[in-house]
């Protein structure tokens, strides 16, 4: 398989934590920019966190100060730290590389990455 693969998902009660994966399989991430991204059931794809290649970070309102997104210092994987876990993060998580440059720098506006993994899904119960 080439391209990006997820891992580290699972099922946890609300207050957990996980920490997902991202690694580029049969090629070298290329990419200035790298995203985590999240869907869940009848919704629409929505960006959760951006890091950059000079490490700069960007997150969505709804996972600040939880979420933490980094790499492994030879971009080789990315991680997505995620603790105090809500039950409104349940969803499937994909991890994408930018693929167009915009306005919104790395900020994970899912129309300018590509790239796309499997996801992993993420499960938070009451």
């Known amino acids: 398989q080439v391209g990006l693969v997820e891992s580290g998902g699972g099922s946890v009660q609300a207050g957990g934590s996980l920490r997902l994966s991202c690694q580029a399989s049969?090629?070298?991430?290329?990419?200035?920019?790298m995203g985590w991204f999240r869907q869940a059931p009848g919704k629409e794809r929505e960006g959760v966190a951006g890091?950059?290649?000079?490490?700069?970070?960007n997150y969505a309102d709804s996972v600040k100060g939880r979420f933490t997104i980094s790499q492994d210092n030879a971009w080789n994987t990315v991680y997505l730290q995620m603790n105090n876990l809500k039950p409104e993060d349940t969803a499937m998580y994909y991890c994408?590389?930018?693929?167009?440059?915009?306005?919104?720098?790395?900020?994970?506006?899912?129309?300018?990455?590509?790239?796309w993994g499997q996801g992993t899904q993420v499960t938070v119960s009451s």
């Open positions: 890091l950059d290649d000079e490490d700069n970070t």
């Open positions: 994408a590389a930018l693929k167009v440059e915009y306005a919104g720098g790395c900020y994970p506006h899912p129309s300018y990455f590509g790239d």
């Open positions: 049969g090629y070298t991430f290329s990419s200035t920019c």
